[in-house]
Each structure stands twice: as C-alpha cells, then as structure tokens.
C-alpha cells in the first residue's frame, strides 16, 4: 500500500509526462502551464487512496485521477478570471500572463481534456464514471452561480452559504472518492459512504479557506490575504459577523463593506479587528472542527479494515492542519 506522498509524486510525475501534441500548441501551452505550477493535488489523491482500500494497483487508474486535477485546474483558470485574480499559487493568472480570451479558450480545452481523460476508463465502469463526473460538474457550476448571485445580496444565510461551498467545493472531493471506490469494485453502500465522508471533509476544507484567507500568512498562502474582505465576499465569517455584531459593529462593518474607495490595508486590518472583537475566528475553528468530526462516522462506516483506511485517515488530518 502507498502513502499519500508516494500516490502524490505519482500523480505530479504523470502530469509532468502528459503530451500534449496537438496543434496550435498555443492553445494548450496555458494548459500545461496551469497543471504544472504545483499545487496540493487533493482531488487526484483522494482518488487513489479510496481506490487503494480495495486494489493494489493504483497506477491503473492514474489517468481518471489527473482527468479531475485537470477539470479541478479548469475551475480555477476561470474562477481567477471571473474574479480578476492577479496570482493563484504564487504565480501569475493565465488571463494575466496571456489574456482574457486565452483564458476563456484555453479553460474551454480543459474541460474538454478532463472529459477525454476521464473516459479512458474500463468500458464496464464507464457509464457510472461519467454519470458521477457530470452530475458533479454541474452541481460545481451552480455553486459558482450561487457564490455569483451572493455578492449582490446582504441577506445570504449561513445555510445558503453552506449549501454554496458543498456545491462549489466539497462535491468534487466527494467525487474523487467515489470513482476511486467505482473503479475498485467497491460496493455500493461504501460508495456513498465514501462520498458523504468527502462532502464533510470538503465543507471543512473550504471553511479552512475562509478562515485563512483573513488568518494565513500570505507567502505561505500563496496569495494576498484579504482577498476576501477586499472583495465583500459572502463568506462563513462576513455572514456570521453581521449576525452577531452588535450595533455599532454593524454600523463599521457595513461602513466597510458599502465603501467605493479604500485602502486595501486598512480595509483588511478593521474588518478583521471587527471579526477578533466578535469571536469569529473562535467561530469558524470550532465549525471546521464539526464538520471533521462528522466525516469521521462516515469513514468509519467503510466496510474495510482499519488497517486499510489508516493512509486515508491520515492524509485527511493532515488536510485539517494545513497552513495554505
């Protein structure tokens, strides 16, 4: 059995191999520029390691692992786009090193290579593959909607927000397990165990996010902190503040939040005094803290050894202790 850091050079090293030889290599060399800039390759890891509770021989399914780093990456490149991001793990934005049609076309192929890669599946696993694949891809989509649709609106609910993250992140980690588990032959009531402990796992993960966009160190982040407060992002922490404020720190925050013209620092710096006096660093550690618990029931309830989930196991607390 493979630790997750040997599963991870794995991945990293077949990524690195990948031709790409179509033309116009224009086209593709933003491609292989976003894939090869690093990153936690989460997703692809996930996969392997729910692969590797049944089957000994993960590297069989290197490529459906990569297909998600690449649709996983296709997100990104077009979220950075949407939000005009300058940097994405310390590097620069495709739409900056190229252009806004670059990224758009670029992003548009990836997709499309995610689709190309995933299917290279066994014929028999393959119509539940992409059935759990699409779904996925359009439930990603709406949450990006939903992120979209919050940033007019000053009523968004911590349950709509949580609905959001599960649509927009945890759904893909969720994926990532289950087709590990399909392509190892695993049954069915594991499958859905296997997602719900990744729907859990992505909801804490996503929360960590949040709360190191405002908490994180910005050389180890990888990009600017704040990002959030600058752009009045409805985040676990914006929505509980305004819940829990009282009337005068409604008062600041608002101010805050409704300004047209700021200095980024100082934005930054009284939002997040505003979110020290309210509690809400306390706040959103003990729901992270929640949400890793509950997903330990579910893995819990995968009928395999605990030998066997052991790597697993680890690799997810070592997702919660992260500092980027």
């Known amino acids: ?9 794995k991945v990293n090293k077949f990524l690195a191999d ?22 936690k390759r989460i997703r692809p890891t996930l996969m392997l390691l729910a692969y590797q509770l049944y089957k000994d021989d993960p590297e069989s399914i290197l490529m ?24 994405r793990r310390g590097h620069e934005t495709v739409h900056k090193k190229w252009n806004a049609n670059q990224a ?34 359009l439930e990603i989509g709406e949450g990006q909607q939903y992120d979209i649709d919050f940033e007019n609106r000053t009523d968004v609910s911590e349950e709509e927000y949580i609905e959001m993250i599960r649509l927009k992140t945890s759904v893909l980690l969720a994926c990532a397990l289950k087709i590990g588990g399909i392509l190892a032959d695993a049954p069915k009531e594991d499958l859905d165990n296997l997602y719900k402990f990744g729907e859990q796992i992505g909801l804490a993960f996503q929360l960590q996010d949040d709360y190191l966009d405002v908490y994180g160190d910005s050389k180890v982040f990888g990009k600017a902190i704040g990002g959030d407060i600058t752009s ?17 720190q409604r008062k600041e925050l608002t101010k805050w939040i409704t300004v047209k013209e700021f200095d980024r620092q100082e934005k930054v710096a009284a939002v997040t005094k505003l979110y020290n006096e309210i509690g809400i660093d ?43």
């Open 18 to 39: 990948l031709p790409y030889d179509r033309q116009p290599s224009s086209l593709y060399e933003p491609i292989r520029y976003v894939l090869s800039m690093g990153g």
């Open 282 to 324: 306390k706040l959103a550690q003990q729901k992270i803290a929640y949400y890793f618990e509950q997903s330990k029931k579910y893995l819990n309830a995968v009928k395999v050894s605990d030998e066997k989930k052991a790597e697993l196991r680890a690799y997810a607390e070592k997702m919660m202790v992260r500092k980027y």
């Open 1 to 9: 059995m493979y630790t997750s850091e040997e599963l991870l050079s």
């Open 232 to 248: 009045n992002k409805k985040t676990y922490m914006l929505i509980n503040a305004f819940n829990k404020a009282n009337d005068a």
């Open 64 to 87: 459906q692992a990569v297909a998600l780093e690449t649709y996983h990456n296709y997100t990104l490149l077009h979220d950075d786009l949407m939000d005009n991001a300058d940097l």
């Open 104 to 137: 758009i076309l670029s992003g548009d192929s990836m997709l499309v290579l995610a689709y190309e890669r995933m299917a290279t599946c066994p014929k028999d696993k393959l119509a539940s593959v992409l059935s759990v694949f699409t779904e996925t891809a």
